[in-house]
């Protein structure tokens, strides 16, 4: 396929890095300055989901919480409460500290009380200890399928191709996690699953470019950078079509998710859209850049050995 007339992500391979180190640093210095707003799964503290039974009014549920404070009865701080359910009939509200049974009781009667119905609750509680360990946990799942991924990429192919495919992938978690960070978005679970499947479907990306790579490369003759980049450039534009299709079917389902799912699954179909979007560009135009720049080192080294 001839790529002459074909946009050269090669040659434009630093404009692609420059936006990416943008984005990343300015995550990075939110992370730093702000850190993650780590929901109850990481943070100690307790989860009320509580169903009216009728439509909840924001104003009317904030002065309640506030009322709760101002009696004593409530000494936790506590999160912006989220309305959501089928008729707006469910608020989860996420406190700082682990409740007692008695708060939890007195903000169920509160509510009851207040709308003149029967309110159903239900608690999730992390103690500190477990949050840690869970947070722990989420690191070592990264950095093992991280590990993991790099060691089958060697195998399957080569080194070159495992270190740019684990620094595209890593580029990729970290987009999400910049996301999240830079607009406070909560931390949990749901997230930490975006995550690893991020990764995921990114390095499935890669995989079918890197494997059209290695197949041109038994029939190339590359003498030259220039042949190494017109390799290169043929061989994403040979599979732009089959990952378009593939991130877009994905992305679609991933929207709906987002549009049509309820409030505890918005985050992670969120996480999922950021996720894909980034494989996806970081796929073609950072993956492929960085095994352009490794092989071309190589094929230097061996023209010198050549002319010695």
Excluded at 251 to 267: M, P, Q, R, T, V
Aim: charged share 20%; glycine share 4%.
């Amino acid at each position: 396929m001839d790529s002459k007339n074909k946009f050269d992500f090669v040659r434009t391979r630093n404009k692609f890095f420059g936006i990416s180190i943008v984005l990343l640093v300015i995550g990075l210095a939110f992370v730093l300055i702000s850190g993650m707003n780590f929901g109850v799964d990481f943070k100690a503290g307790t989860n009320i989901d509580l169903v009216v039974g009728k439509q909840l009014d924001k104003a009317k549920v904030d002065e309640l919480l506030k009322g709760l404070v101002s009696s004593g009865d409530l000494k936790s701080r506590y999160a912006d409460p989220t309305i959501g359910g089928n008729n707006s009939d469910r608020v989860s509200i996420r406190f700082d500290d682990v409740l007692n049974d008695d708060t939890v009781n007195k903000i169920q009667a509160a509510f009851a009380t207040a709308y003149s119905t029967e309110v159903s609750k239900e608690i999730n509680t992390v103690d500190p200890q477990l949050a840690k360990e869970l947070l722990l946990k989420a690191v070592y799942a990264v950095a093992i399928a991280s590990v993991l991924i790099c060691v089958y990429v060697s195998i399957r192919f080569e080194w070159r191709f495992a270190i740019a495919a684990i620094i595209a992938i890593l580029h990729d978690a970290f987009m999400v996690i910049a996301v999240f960070a830079i607009f406070r978005l909560e931390v949990n679970l749901p997230f930490l699953a975006a995550v690893l499947t991020t990764i995921g479907y990114s390095i499935n990306d890669k995989i079918v470019i890197f494997d059209r790579i290695r197949e041109n490369l038994r029939f190339a003759k590359l003498k030259t950078d220039e042949d190494l980049v017109a390799l290169v450039n043929d061989s994403i534009w040979q599979t732009m079509a089959r990952n378009i299709n593939t991130v877009l079917v994905v992305l679609i389902a991933a929207g709906c998710l987002y549009i049509f799912g309820s409030e505890s699954i918005k985050l992670f179909a969120l996480a999922k859209l950021v996720g894909l979007t980034s494989g996806a560009y970081s796929s073609i135009v950072i993956a492929c850049s960085l095994w352009y720049l490794l092989k071309r080192k190589s094929l230097r080294s061996s023209k010198k050995k050549a002319a010695a």
